[in-house]
C-alpha cells in the first residue's frame, strides 16, 4: 500500500475539553513539529497516531490512512506496519550486536544488498552521534544518543517506513541540524514531539497542544523562515562551544567574544 496522507480527526483533552482542530491531514514530504508545554499531551498525540486509533484511545480520536481505516495487516504483520515510533525510552532486552541487529532486520525485510543497506544505516547514524558506533558494540552498550540514532537510522534506512514519529530527540544529543538534513532527502512524513524552536520552525506546520487538546495549527511562512536563520546562527554557535568543551578544550572569553563579533552579534 502507498501511503499518500494520514489524517487525523479530533477527540477531547484531559478535562474533556474537544480538541479546536477538529481535522489535520499530513502529506507524504512534510515534516511536522508538535509543540506545548511539558505536559499538554504532544505524546498522547503521537501515540494516537501509532496505534491507528479509531475512537478506542482516551482522546478518542480517529486516524485514517489514505482516507480509510488502518487494515488488519497494519497490526498482525510488523513488515507491513507503516508507521514507526523513536520513543526517549529505548530500552533493549537483547544484548545482540549492533552489526548483527542491523543486519538481521535487514534480512528479515528482504533487503537486496544486506552490507550497503547496514553500511549506509551506520552512516547515517553515525552523522546524528558525538561518538561514532562501535559495530561490534553489543546494543545495551550504547549511549541514549547513539542509540536514538541507529533507531532513527535503521527506520528510515532499513524499516523504510512511510511515517516516522519522533519524540524528543534534541534531549539525546542528537545533532538535530544534520539529523532535519538528512531526514529532508527521504520522501516520508516525520512528525516530531518537540522543545526545540530550530525543528519546530523548520517544520511546514506545528500542531499546538495545551492540556491534552490540539489548540491550533501554524504553517510556517517566509518570515518565519528567515528568523530560523538567525536561531541557526546561535544553535550552530553552542554546538561549536559544546564540541570544545567535550573534546577537553579550554574556552576564553576572547574566544567567545570573536565568534559572536563573527556572527554579527557585537560590533
Do not use: C, W
Not at 511546514?204 to 528568523?227: F, P, S, W, Y
Request: hydrophobic share 40%.
Amino acid at each position: 500500500m502507498q501511503i499518500k496522507k494520514i489524517t487525523i480527526f479530533g477527540g477531547y483533552g484531559k478535562s474533556g475539553e474537544k480538541d479546536k482542530v477538529e481535522q489535520v491531514t499530513f502529506k507524504m514530504g512534510q515534516v511536522v513539529s508538535i509543540v506545548g508545554p511539558t505536559g499538554s499531551g504532544k505524546t498522547t498525540f503521537i501515540e494516537d497516531i501509532e496505534l491507528y486509533a479509531n475512537e478506542n484511545t482516551p482522546s478518542m480520536r480517529k486516524v485514517l490512512i489514505n482516507d480509510t481505516a488502518a487494515t488488519e495487516d497494519f497490526s498482525s504483520n510488523p513488515s507491513d506496519h507503516p508507521i514507526a515510533l523513536i520513543t526517549q525510552h529505548t530500552n533493549f532486552l537483547s544484548d545482540m550486536q549492533v552489526k548483527k541487529f542491523l543486519m538481521t532486520h535487514a534480512s528479515i525485510r528482504g533487503s537486496s544488498s544486506i552490507e550497503t543497506i547496514v553500511e549506509e544505516t551506520l552512516d547515517f547514524a553515525n552523522q546524528l552521534t558525538g561518538e561514532a558506533i562501535d559495530v561490534n558494540s553489543a546494543m545495551t552498550e550504547l549511549s541514549g544518543g547513539q542509540t536514538r540514532a541507529l533507531l532513527i537510522a535503521d527506520a528510515v534506512i532499513i524499516g523504510n517506513s512511510p511515517i516516522i514519529l519522533l519524540d524528543e530527540i534534541e534531549n539525546a544529543g542528537i545533532n538535530r541540524t544534520r539529523a532535519l538534513e538528512l531526514l529532508k532527502r527521504y520522501e516520508k512524513i516525520f512528525i516530531f514531539v518537540t522543545h526545540d524552536p530550530r525543528i519546530a520552525l523548520l517544520s511546514d506546520l506545528r500542531i499546538i497542544m495545551k492540556n491534552g487538546a490540539m489548540q491550533k495549527i501554524l504553517v510556517t511562512d517566509d518570515e518565519e523562515r528567515r528568523v530560523v536563520e538567525e536561531i541557526k546562527k546561535m544553535d550552530d554557535f553552542l554546538l561549536e562551544l559544546r564540541t570544545h568543551i567535550r573534546d577537553g578544550e579550554k574556552l576564553t572569553e576572547q574566544h567567545v567574544e570573536n565568534r559572536l563579533r563573527d556572527l554579527g552579534y557585537l560590533s
